[in-house]
């Protein structure tokens, strides 16, 4: 099969994830995923579990009328409890620092997401870590970038005994009317509408 026609999938961790955060909030994640999937067909997991990419858009844009929270894909973060799940996980908590860790999750993006761009971007003192994940024919997807930063926030924190704080968080959709939730989980105001979505940080954490 060539790259053009190649169907792209992601790991099942983030739904493992996923359903408890939802079950945390109150919500029956089953039910959740019914509705948000509603009449639409879906294939059946791979024997690998993994699912396929282009199908997170419909549940990610339901999520929002489903739920009736405006910022739930921070809530699903704030109550998520991360943990290794897969094989990106443990890597990240077998490197020798962060920037190692860093460079693992860069170099094998792809067994998360075969949709993510995300890179390592190191100037002077600051550091932009770039979390793009792309859709074809839709935009970055509000609650699910919103919710993956928070959580990527706090493993990242949790191997290295909490000592990861942000500079500064950018998102490429508009900014949402209300950003109260944003400065209280985030500890700050992030920037909206940039050209990638980033968690920007000191490079003396590196090591």
Known sequence: MSTASAVLTHSPTLRRLLYEGLLSLGWDPTDT??????GVPLLPPTI?????????????????DLTGDSDIGLHL??????????????????SRDLREALQSFVRY???????????LDEHGESVRLVLDLNY???GSLRQQIECLALLLIKMLGSVTDEEFQVQGV?????????????????GLAP?????????????SLLN
């Open 191 to 203: 920037r909206f509408a940039q050209a990638h979505d980033a968690l920007v940080f000191s490079s």
């Open 48 to 64: 690998s579990g993994r699912e396929e990419h282009d199908n997170a858009p419909l549940f990610w844009e339901a999520l929002q």
């Open 136 to 138: 074809r024919g839709f």
């Open 170 to 186: 950018d998102f490429r959709h508009p900014a949402p009317r209300r950003l109260s939730e944003h400065k209280r989980l985030f």
């Open 33 to 38: 995923y019914r509705r948000a999937y509603q």
């Open 109 to 119: 993006q792809h067994i998360l997401s075969g949709g993510f761009a995300a890179y």
């Open 77 to 94: 973060a704030e109550v998520m409890k991360p943990r290794p799940l897969d094989v990106v996980s443990y890597l990240l908590l077998a």
